[in-house]
């Protein structure tokens, strides 16, 4: 049943990818943005994972919390310090900051603790399952529970509570959620938290999955989660969790099938693809805009 493990090996992989995604979908749903920086979100989360493990000695899923508190409130100064005055901007200049930003945190990181990668502490057992005859990692399980953990909250924040309902108001008409009375500044803040801390939970899993990260981490695997945004929908949450999934599952099949060298390859073809015969993504609709 080697087609079962790879297809487990796949969706774990791709909801690592779905974790990011969503910090995509729900900032370009909320304004109109795709940050590039967000990948580097995603490398930040994974080095503090490593340094709560490796120097503070940390359990992983202590280390994994603090993570995601880092990143969201990294993601919220992102916002503040770069984003916070283009808002009426051209979406040209916010998207070349959006590039500019990112070539900074990665270079900064670079300067300020060297380019070497770094081992990430092995600290999950490595047993496996035998189910249907093919054996399952603790590892994959682990990656998927609590991926699978993350997207339910966000579906409740989103959802069921107060801060969900206004970023869903901003996101449907940012003036008339203001006229209403919501904090549009707050509400995009809290944007940011939230997909940020999903990626630095992504990071540190990466890190788990991988066992080595380096500060240039997060420039594939923040490309291929923009891939599995636009491949559901971009700006639609359920939509960047199955793409995620969806990618994943691809890639894990090329490689598994003797293309390792075009497991990347994959993620580009499929958003070519998608681009020319759905550009609005599996759960993406065709509207109109009024002039």
């Not at 359990?59 to 005055?85: H, N, P, Q, S, W």
């Not at 270079?107 to 092995?122: L, S």
Request: hydrophobic content about 55%.
């Amino acid at each position: 049943m080697e087609w079962i493990q790879q297809l487990v090996n796949g969706i774990s992989l791709g909801s690592i990818y779905a974790l990011i995604a969503l910090g995509y979908t729900m900032v370009y749903g909320i304004i109109k943005l795709i940050n590039f920086a967000h990948g580097d979100v995603f490398m930040v989360g994974s080095f503090v994972g490593f340094y709560s493990i490796v120097g503070l000695g940390l359990d992983f899923f202590t280390a994994l919390v603090l993570a995601m508190i880092f990143c969201a409130i990294f993601g919220v100064l992102i916002e503040r310090i770069a984003y916070k005055r283009l808002r009426n901007a051209t979406r040209i200049a916010a998207l070349i900051t959006a590039i500019g930003v990112s070539l900074l945190i990665e270079n900064g990181f670079i300067f300020t603790w060297g380019p070497q990668p770094k081992a990430f502490p092995d600290i999950i057992a490595n047993g496996t399952f035998e189910i249907l005859g093919a054996k399952i990692s603790i590892k994959s399980i682990l990656i998927l529970s609590i991926s699978i953990t993350l997207m339910v909250i966000l579906q409740f924040i989103v959802h069921k509570t107060k801060i969900g309902k206004a970023m869903r108001a901003v996101s449907h008409d940012n003036e008339a959620a203001r006229l209403m009375g919501i904090n549009v500044d707050n509400t995009i803040s809290a944007t940011f938290a939230i997909g940020s801390a999903l990626a630095g939970a992504a990071g540190v899993i990466f890190g788990l999955y991988y066992t080595k990260i380096d500060p240039l981490m997060g420039i594939i695997p923040g490309i291929k989660a923009f891939v599995a945004a636009v491949l559901g929908g971009i700006g639609i949450i359920p939509g960047a969790m199955v793409g995620g999934l969806v990618l994943g599952v691809i890639e894990t099949f090329v490689n598994a099938s003797g293309f390792s060298l075009w497991r990347d390859a994959a993620a580009f073809v499929i958003l070519i693809l998608i681009l020319i015969f759905r550009p609005n993504g599996i759960f993406g609709k065709n509207t109109r805009e009024k002039v």
